[in-house]
């Protein structure tokens, strides 16, 4: 059994985030709601909760625009944890994660682009999803994202494979 005194208290930002959220209200500390958000999902001096985790991050990166909260919070969408499986939002959230220079979300943006479950605009073309795929798989790169060195390895070496003028038979 855990004893009060055994609690360690929150930073006072955290803490006048959580009060916030206690009276309904949306914070605008996106940095304090990312942590507060982690501390849910750990049970670092909150209580374990998925919804809060997700409400935390959620506020975080759609109402205060931070960078790394969009690009958890659209690996949430894309996947479905805590909130309805969407590419839309998650493409959302990703594209304000890389504009923020959130190297995974510019990594993950452009996978969705890469794989047409999103498009840089309504009409793209998949050639231009895939030169916007591989300009995101560079940011994240020289940002040290080494997935995203890889997929850009992978597609010289696709490229490379193609008969000059045309494509491959397949």
Same mark, same amino acid.
């Given at each position: ?7 360690? #208290? ?50 975080? =990166?759609?109402?205060?625009?931070? #960078? ?34 959130? !190297? ?37 790169? =020289? ?13 010289? !070496? ?13």
């Amino acid at each position: 059994m855990t004893n009060a005194s055994d609690i360690t #208290p929150l930073p006072p930002d955290e803490q006048a985030c959580l009060d916030a959220l206690r009276r309904g209200e949306e914070p605008t500390d996106g940095d304090a709601l990312r942590r507060l958000a982690h501390r849910f999902r750990a049970g670092d001096g909150v209580t374990v909760s998925t919804d809060e985790y997700i409400r935390c991050l959620q506020i975080a =990166a759609e109402k205060c625009s931070h #960078p790394k909260a969009a690009a958890e919070f659209g690996w949430c969408c894309e996947i479905g944890i805590g909130v309805g499986q969407s590419y839309a939002r998650a493409t959302g959230n990703y594209r304000v994660g890389a504009e923020g220079g959130d !190297a995974e979300a510019a990594y993950n943006l452009g996978w969705l682009y890469e794989h047409r479950y999103a498009r840089p605009t309504f009409y793209a073309s998949d050639a231009e999803c895939l030169r916007a795929a591989i300009a995101l798989y560079r940011q994240a790169a =020289a940002a040290g994202q080494t997935k995203a060195r890889e997929r850009l390895e992978r597609l010289d !070496a696709r490229d490379a494979e193609r008969p000059p003028g045309g494509h491959r038979g397949s």
